[in-house]
Structures are given as C-alpha cells and as structure tokens.
C-alpha cells in the first residue's frame, strides 16, 4: 500500500465550519435557524435557544462580524498550538450568534470594540498525521478609504 504524500484538510468542526474547497483555504460558517421564532444559533442545536422549538433548519451564517468583547489570554487551554499570549474575540455575526475564535493580525493597541474582522482559516497538523485541521480565526477587515490606503501614522 503506497502512501499518499498529499496531506488532507478537514474542518476542526464539521457541525461549525464547513470547507468550501479540496485545500481549505475557503470555509463557511454552519448554524440552525429557529423556524418558530427565527432566532440563528452557531453550530448543531436540537432545540432552539430562545423558544426550545425543535423545528430548526441548516443555514450558512456570514463569515464577517464585528468584535464585540474580547480578553488577552495569557494562560492558554492545554494543547493551544500557536503564540502565547493571543486575543480571543467573541464576534457578533450579522445574524445574530456570537462565535469565538482567536483574532489574528492586530496589534494589542488596535483592538476596539466594534472593530469589523472577517473569517480566516488557519492550518494545524496533527502531529505526524497527515490529516490538518483547519481552524477558524478573526482577522481585521482593512477599512476601505478609497483611493491610496497607505496609512499615515
Ligand atoms: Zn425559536
């Protein structure tokens, strides 16, 4: 049996994130509206939040939000891959949930409330699977000024 020497990309979590392309470069956040009430929820529910209605259908939720809270982690949870410390952000999405993630790409200083980011994936190998996971990350959304965005600080 030959090994393939192409590694494989798999979401970290199907139920939340699912991957638009072989390389998993693209993804699309995952999530259950509430048919009753209309209420959005990140990830696989049973049960609506908001009104326990079981009647619940699969959506794609928008993959930009804005920061709503965030805290400079420190300490991380045991088998955290990347640099320490790290800001984790919740992020409000359009349609409502929150989905926390690491907000990549910006300086401690340039973290605001109501800052907008947009999805980024990032991969993890899994030790010396060949299988990567790719996680979901926040990243600024450059603000668009229109013409000449050379910043002057
Ligand atoms: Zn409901």
Redesign the pocket.
Known sequence: MSASTESKVVSVDPSRLRLTDGEGTTGVFLGMR?R??G?YVFGAALF?Q??S?GDLESVELSGRGILYSYTIVRVPPAGWPGPVPYVLGEVELPEGPHVLAEVTDIPEADLKIGLAVAMALQKVQDGQSETARMVYKWRPIPQFTGVGQEETR
């Open positions: 509430c009753d009430c209420i609506c908001s009104c209605s």
